[in-house]
């Protein structure tokens, strides 16, 4: 069973659309995260949250959408997409945030806007 | 602020030969730190932490790395390469905060 699961894997769009990443981790955790990698592999986090609350927005645009239906879900939606948006997007997960506590990532995303 | 720096973005080294990737970290207190492993089109696993126990600490695949307060380093080595160790890799720091930090990345390249 896969401990934190994303969809789809890969994602190839036009300019301006509307796309959704979905994520679900099945390790009890209370804690969920968005990272994004650009093309040069440099990792940082978007949002986390806690127990469906939003913790952590790091300055994302307001494009970017997260949504948590309940604490074994965090999706991830972005509006009007932009070439600069292209990059690899890994959910992750934590029982009582990250200091301290091992961060299990998903296999990511990869989106390619064009 | 709390902050690593990854000395080398791409280490070569020969199978069977030692493998010795660098972390440096900034942080006005004990840091928890990470390092974790990425191979080609996956997420990231974690290889081994630091959380202010033993200062050797051994993880996953022969890796190893030692909390060294006095140079602010946590390195990570392996006495021996393996192909299969052929990714990149990650330190990261984190600590009274709700950031994991990470690094710029290390790519190791394993040679037969």
């Known amino acids: 069973d896969t401990a934190v699961s994303q969809t789809p894997k890969y994602l190839v769009t036009q300019m301006g659309n509307d796309k959704s990443i979905k994520c679900e981790q099945n390790?009890?955790?209370?804690?969920m995260y968005w990272y994004k990698q650009d093309s040069k592999k440099f990792l940082k986090i978007m949002f986390s949250?806690?127990?469906?609350?939003?913790?952590i927005n790091e300055t994302v645009p307001n494009r970017f959408s997260p949504k948590s239906p309940d604490k074994a879900h965090l999706n991830l939606h972005i509006n009007s997409l932009e070439l600069g948006d292209s990059a690899v997007y890994f959910c992750a997960s934590s029982q009582g945030g990250p200091s301290g506590n091992t961060i299990y990532f998903g296999e990511g995303s990869w989106l390619t806007v064009v | 602020a709390q902050s690593v720096t990854q000395l080398g973005s791409h280490v070569s080294v020969s199978e069977g030969a030692l493998v010795l990737l660098r972390c440096n970290y900034s942080?006005?207190?004990?840091?928890?730190l990470f390092w974790y492993v990425q191979y080609p089109n996956q997420g990231l696993q974690l290889l081994l932490k630091y959380t202010s126990a033993a200062t050797l600490v051994k993880g996953i695949n022969g890796f190893e790395a030692e909390f060294k307060k006095s140079e602010t380093s946590f390195h990570l080595t392996k006495p021996s390469a393996h192909m299969s160790d052929a990714a990149e890799y990650f330190c990261a720091v984190s600590k009274g905060t709700d950031k994991l930090i990470f690094g710029t990345g290390t790519r190791l390249q394993v040679f037969p």
């Open positions: 949250y806690n127990n469906k609350e939003l913790i």
């Open positions: 390790l009890g955790h209370d804690t």
């Open positions: 942080s006005s207190v004990p840091p928890y």
